[in-house]
């Protein structure tokens, strides 16, 4: 069972109860929920034996039980800022989560993706080589039976996203954004009505998207009016494929992905990219 | 796709042996590499496949969730994956999980709601301060009116706080001020993420919230809590004796009285003067197809 190694840091007063409370840090130690109230835990020495550090965790040696609890502090933080499709940056990560364990955050990282991958399936993976953000992908493959038993909505964007990036793909990997408009309007998507399932549409495409980074919205210079253009964003080519988006937009036209030859051989040509191995590893070095 | 490296089954070292490190790091200490010794008695730390997997992920989707629930859920994840056979015993597989999920601080918790009887699961977090999800969805005002209506609830007998006491403390929220009708959205906000319960313009805890913060509570008001004198559990609504005060949650009181002719307080033996609710039937539901809705309109202000 778990052990309850007494921080010698606990904070007890009200006013830092809060401040970690709100900060949903982990100043404190383990105490299991099961069996009598922790205010008894709460108080006392550590039984730990052997095994815990005195030091105070900045200096000299760290125990197993403490390196645990930081790894298991990052996978809960990867998780809950995963949720919101932000990219998770290198900075905030040590800032709320690894404090003085700097000296060992490649360790720490790399032992909170394994968790990660093993225990809740998801990969966590650099959004672009040195660009020190991460995000999750998930290694199991959703299924459409999966809304059915899901406590949230899901993405209903999803749908939207899809079509603009099959758009994308399909016009050479980058289309104007009058264009993406014109095709929309066909399926009653405006950029300045709102949508009944997709709220704004145009603040879900240049905006949300984008930050999602599933998206690369540019201006295109020297036009006037301003016209922008669309690319996919790192993360698409993180969780989905050419070939994927392809089938996609062959679907919807109840067609075959190879009558399209352009798209089909560019496909083509990006899975085997991708069967490659490869060079990088999803975790930093530094 | 998706076959992370399996772990092969461990050698009972529980949970420390599942966490697995690299090479030291520099002024790393001894204890760092994975270490033979157990804590003592420690179960075998199960293996994860898909359908765990999956079944985390879509279980992470739900704040709390009925057993039925569960059960469905469960299910889902052996047919994705193709195993419809030998569906492991619910209790089972959620040991086998908790058993993973301990190196990780956090389990899949089962409980009951208080006023039924439901049973209900949570993934909750043992190690931190057990609001960190919370944290994430709510700006730090509104986290600091969920911790005084939590104050509230906590110091009543009824173990609801009614919307005007908690509006009433607006002015003393941290962070960006906040109006009362802006706090009365809030609130909604709560009870919408299943954080508090409404009956009748009182709020009072959701199971979630129990589940989720039963320790960090008892742990910041010791002398305010209250415990069910059956399961020893957190109590917040619940009936009690006259005579000596001992608290019962309404499905501890149904259990415990279920075939006395004349229900008596396990503390002092007085008559016990409260209305013994039914134990909660899963099947006898099903059978009438009742939904939620229709739980027990009682009130349990019977303190």
Request: charged share 30%; net charge neutral; glycine share 6%.
């Amino acid at each position: 069972m778990l052990q309850k190694p007494r921080n010698r840091g606990r904070p007890n007063t009200q006013a830092e109860r809060e401040r970690d409370w709100a900060r949903g840090a982990a100043e404190e130690a383990p105490s299991t929920s099961r069996g009598a109230g922790g205010s008894q835990e709460a108080r006392g020495t550590s039984s730990q034996g052997g095994r815990r550090a005195e030091a105070s965790p900045e200096v000299g040696p760290r125990s197993q039980q403490q390196l645990e609890l930081k790894v298991a502090e990052l996978v809960q933080f990867l998780l809950i800022k995963d949720q919101k499709k932000i990219p998770i940056k290198r900075t905030d990560i040590v800032k709320h989560v690894i404090g003085d364990y700097k000296d060992i955050f490649p360790d720490l990282l790399k032992l909170a993706a394994e968790r990660l991958e093993y225990v809740f399936g998801y990969k966590l993976v650099e959004l672009e080589p040195k660009s020190n953000t991460y995000i999750l992908i998930n290694t199991l493959e959703p299924v459409e039976e999966d809304a059915e038993v899901r406590g949230d909505q899901g993405t209903p964007t999803t749908g939207l996203l899809m079509i603009v990036l099959g758009l994308i793909f399909m016009k050479g990997n980058t289309i104007k954004e009058t264009e993406v408009w014109d095709f929309l309007r066909r399926l009653g998507v405006y950029p300045t009505k709102k949508h009944l399932v997709f709220g704004d549409p145009k603040k879900l495409i240049t905006e949300e998207f984008v930050r999602q980074r599933y998206l690369e919205y540019r201006r295109i210079p020297h036009t006037d009016p301003v016209d922008y253009e669309f690319q996919w964003g790192p993360r698409t080519n993180l969780e989905t494929s050419k070939m994927k988006v392809l089938k996609f937009v062959a679907k919807v036209h109840n067609q075959d992905p190879k009558d399209w030859p352009a798209q089909y051989c560019e496909a083509l040509a990006d899975e085997e990219a991708r069967a490659r191995p490869e060079t990088g590893g999803p975790t930093p070095s530094s | 796709m998706g076959a992370p490296h399996p772990r092969s089954p461990r050698p009972a070292g529980g949970a420390e042996a599942a966490f697995l490190p690299g090479p030291p790091a520099s002024g790393a200490t001894p204890g760092y590499r994975a270490p033979s010794c157990t804590q003592g008695g420690a179960r075998r730390a199960g293996i994860m496949t898909d359908v765990h997997r999956r079944f985390l992920q879509l279980l992470m989707t739900h704040g709390v969730l009925e057993e039925r629930g569960v059960r469905r859920l469960q299910k889902h994840c052996y047919r994705v994956h193709g195993r419809t056979t030998a569906v492991e015993e619910l209790e089972d597989f959620i040991n086998n999980i908790n058993s993973v999920l301990e190196s990780l601080y956090i389990e899949i918790k089962k409980g009951a709601t208080e006023d039924d009887g439901r049973p209900v699961y949570a993934l909750v977090n043992l190690a931190t301060t057990p609001v960190s999800k919370m944290a994430s969805d709510f700006a730090e005002n509104e986290l600091d009116l969920f911790r005084k209506a939590l104050e509230l609830i906590i110091d009543s007998e009824t173990g609801f706080a009614s919307s005007t006491n908690i509006l009433n403390l607006v002015d003393q929220l941290k962070g960006k001020k906040m109006r009362k009708k802006e706090a009365e959205q809030v609130l909604q906000k709560f009870v919408q993420n299943k954080w508090l319960i409404e009956k009748e313009g009182e709020f009072t805890l959701h199971s979630r919230a129990i589940l989720e913060m039963e320790q960090y509570i008892r742990e910041t008001y010791p002398d305010a809590v209250k415990t069910c004198n059956i399961c020893h559990s957190l109590l917040i609504q619940g009936q009690s004796c006259e005579t000596c005060g001992i608290r019962m949650h309404l499905p501890c009181v149904a259990k415990y009285f279920q075939s006395a002719p004349e229900p008596r307080c396990p503390h002092c033996n007085d008559y016990w003067p409260h209305e013994i609710p039914e134990v909660f039937n899963p099947d006898k539901e099903r059978e009438a197809g009742t939904s939620k809705a229709n739980k027990k309109p009682s009130r349990s202000r019977q303190h």
